[in-house]
């Protein structure tokens, strides 16, 4: 409560005074188009957040309030001409902003798509494209609900959860296991290959189930809802086959991740395929070629940084969700919205892309060995 209270302080002055948007200029964002990422958009956020991860939803009715406040701002457009003004070199003549959502949940198509097309503002899509159509969860989606479903039914999950992985060959330190579901799921994820993180996911699988099928709420589009999406003016982009990291996988997986995708959505859709996001937002400099090599024009990543030789594959985008832009008091504020959108709150978080990285020694807090 003191940290929100403190938040709600410092946003409010920094916004009465103009300062949030000097922050922005010296950060370098002021210079940039505001490109917005959203991932699951639901109707009741109170509801979904008791069975899932809070960061991953924005309530229908707080993604209009922050598309209003928006709107009267910055003037929308597509990726398509924000590409094209970018790609040109031309001066932006106001300040504009894009709005894109990340993974292609069907709720996206049940609540944002009609908002988006009643008030006429455009959009985009990134879709994992092995999942569009299929009852398959999201390799972080299935790694949370299996690790949620162990600390809810384990007696003693440091234990348990610890022998598990050291079974694979993985040292996780003891300060993630005693801590929740999403801390444990987001170290994996950020540190394995997607390799390894199946092994975790079918260990955990032969020890706590979950049904799949029956989670609807976390089901893809399908190619309908796509094809619909994009005959009302929704870009659609790849997000990769499989949600794969890029920046933990080999040259080869890089390239079958971007290309295949890619050429899988023109096949299907019918449509040439510009653009591309990162998997949580992180890219090395291996990652950021293949996607060039696989053809797209365009990418966002979620950092400021950005690569001298491919700056229009490394976009910066702001992820915003239900309680990044509420007060103290549970109310939606302008003022921390402003502050987000001027990445006020980033000036204080180092960068953590490095150009020099590679994509076969990744950031890792954990060892693991190779599986068979």
């Known amino acids: 409560m003191l940290r929100r209270l403190a938040k709600t302080g410092i946003a409010y002055a920094l916004h009465a005074t103009g300062a949030d948007k000097l922050i922005g200029v010296l950060s370098g964002s002021r210079h940039m188009p505001l490109v917005i990422g959203y991932h699951r958009v639901v109707n009741d956020y109170t509801a979904s957040a008791e069975h899932y991860m809070p960061g991953m939803l924005i309530g229908r009715r707080t993604l209009e309030r922050h598309l209003d406040w928006l709107g009267r701002r910055y003037r929308f457009l597509s990726l398509d001409e924000l590409g094209a003004r970018l790609e040109s070199g031309e001066p932006f003549d106001k300040p504009v902003a894009a709005i894109t959502f990340d993974d292609g949940y069907a709720d996206v198509y049940h609540y944002a798509f009609p908002l988006l097309k009643r008030k006429g503002i455009p959009s985009a899509v990134f879709v994992v494209t092995d999942l569009i159509g299929t009852a398959r969860l999201q390799i972080y989606d299935k790694l949370y609900l299996l690790l949620a479903r162990a600390f809810s039914t384990w007696r003693s999950v440091p234990c348990d959860l610890g022998h598990l992985l050291h079974s694979l060959g993985i040292q996780l330190p003891m300060r993630h296991l005693t801590r929740d579901p999403y801390t444990v799921m987001r ?53 990769t086959q499989t949600h794969a990291l890029l920046t933990n996988e080999c040259w080869h997986k890089m390239l079958d991740e971007t290309a295949a995708s890619r050429q899988v959505l023109e096949r299907k859709l019918g449509i040439t395929i510009k653009h591309f996001a990162y998997p949580n937002g992180s890219f090395t400099d291996a990652a950021v070629r293949a996607v060039a090599v696989s053809g797209y024009r365009l990418a966002y990543t979620t950092c400021l940084h950005r690569s001298l030789v491919y700056p229009l594959l490394t976009i910066p985008r702001k992820f915003l969700w239900e309680n990044s832009c509420m007060d103290a008091r549970g109310y939606f504020s302008p003022s921390i919205l402003s502050c987000q959108a001027h990445r006020v709150f980033d000036a204080f978080v180092p960068c953590d892309q490095h150009p020099d990285w590679t994509a076969e020694s990744p950031r890792s807090p954990v060892s693991a060995a190779t599986g068979p």
């Open 187 to 239: 170290v994996l994820f950020t540190a394995l290959p997607q390799a390894g993180l199946d092994r975790v996911i079918e260990a955990l699988e032969a020890k706590v189930g979950i049904d799949e099928g029956a989670l609807k709420e976390l089901h893809a589009c399908s190619w309908e809802m796509l094809a619909e999406m994009q005959r009302a003016g929704v870009t659609i982009g790849s997000h």
